[in-house]
């Protein structure tokens, strides 16, 4: 199995490892040597075998370039990173899930391989699996080390319920990933069981958290934060920290989909936080999203004119700027803003609230809405 990864990434090229942070940017001519001794015997180039040394601690002298690095290819199309929901399934219901329904239900083991494919080819470095809850897909475990043997730095978001599983702490341990996202719903039984409508969810996180930094997974906490957990927000973070773990706070919820503002009814406002003024993403230019039937949109969030990759391909992602483009001017409800420029939200994200009716004041934060909008 490589030890390194050699890719292009936007503009220029870096060497990573599976696993670690850390990145060394190459130039040019450094890629195109590394590029031409994989095709041979010859041993890794000695400079950068002490960049190794120096940014991972590992020894690549003398090793054969085939087989200690995986060297990406160059591709035409300029993405490097993308999110992919394998299945919309989740052992938990949480009340303020922004899914909507989430049926079991996804792409046969052979789609998921071409939609892999299709990620490496268009660029994709890293690659974050998220869900519903990824881990209770039943081809997660394949899909996830077949990502890893193309070149993937892989993220994957969990409850963390899982991950006390041996086969999962197997998989990760022989294909290390670059991140494991836990979201953390309450600080006790009571609050978490409650927020996620399951009987034991709490003791699962216990038990997955327990054996993932017992393992030694590189972990990050989200510490979500709703009506039935906010007594426990110091805790929760408290918990966090107490772990040795990086985390961050989330506050503000989202509709549904599917039109729903139900998960707006569960944040706690007293912890509602400013969103800060919006100033453009690069989403569907160099980073896009995924959904379980390879419908591919600009984002999570802004996911209308979606394009099929499992009858498009790669040429489909080319269109992906266009759509963007489109999806961000500021339309709909939004026209004759005359404080457009200072917004705190995109315009796909002011959609899907104005889509479920949800209040102005849940998703527009400028100081005097009367003068916002023109009637």
């Not at 995986?70 to 999110?83: K, N």
Request: charged share 20%; aromatic share 8%; glycine share 8%.
């Amino acid at each position: 199995m490589h030890q390194l990864i050699v890719s292009p990434f936007l503009d220029g090229y870096l060497a990573v490892r599976p696993g670690s942070t850390t990145c060394v940017r190459l130039p040019a001519e450094n890629y195109d040597e590394v590029r031409h001794r994989a095709l041979s015997e010859d041993p890794v180039p000695e400079w950068l075998a002490a960049a190794a040394a120096r940014a991972w601690d590992i020894d690549l002298d003398g090793q054969a370039t085939a087989s200690a690095l995986l060297v990406r290819q160059p591709t035409p199309l300029a993405f490097a990173r993308a999110s992919w929901e394998i299945n919309l399934f989740c052992n938990f219901g949480c009340k303020h899930c922004y899914l909507g329904e989430r049926p079991l239900a996804g792409l046969s083991w052979q789609d998921k391989v071409k939609l892999i494919d299709i990620f490496r080819d268009c660029g994709v470095l890293w690659l974050q699996i998220t869900g519903g809850e990824p881990t209770v897909d039943p081809d997660f475990e394949g899909a996830y080390r077949y990502a890893y043997r193309q070149g993937m730095m892989l993220t994957v978001s969990t409850n963390a319920s899982r991950l006390w599983k041996p086969e999962i702490l197997r998989l990760f341990g022989t294909c290390p990933p670059y991140r494991v996202v836990v979201s953390m719903y309450g600080a006790s039984e009571q609050s978490f069981d409650e927020l996620t409508q399951r009987h034991g969810a709490w003791k699962n996180f216990h038990k997955g958290m327990a054996a993932a930094r017992n393992a030694g997974l590189p972990l990050r906490v989200s510490v979500v934060i709703t009506e039935d957990n906010a007594h426990e927000a110091d805790a929760m973070t408290a918990l966090a920290e107490s772990w040795g773990i990086d985390h961050h706070v989330y506050t503000n919820m989202q509709p549904t989909f599917s039109g729903s503002g139900d998960p707006l009814l569960v944040q706690s406002t007293q912890h509602l936080r400013t969103r800060p003024i919006f100033q453009g993403c690069n989403a569907g230019m160099t980073f896009f999203h995924a959904d379980p039937h390879a419908r591919v949109s600009i984002c999570k969030i802004g996911r209308d004119d979606q394009i099929d990759l499992m009858t498009e391909g790669l040429d489909g992602l080319r269109r992906l700027g266009a759509i963007s483009d489109r999806l961000m001017l500021r339309t709909g409800g939004c026209s004759g803003c005359s404080l457009s420029g200072s917004c705190r939200v995109c315009r796909p994200l002011a959609k899907v609230y104005q889509e479920a009716k949800a209040p102005l004041h849940t998703y527009c934060q400028h100081p005097d809405t009367k003068e916002m909008v023109r009637t």
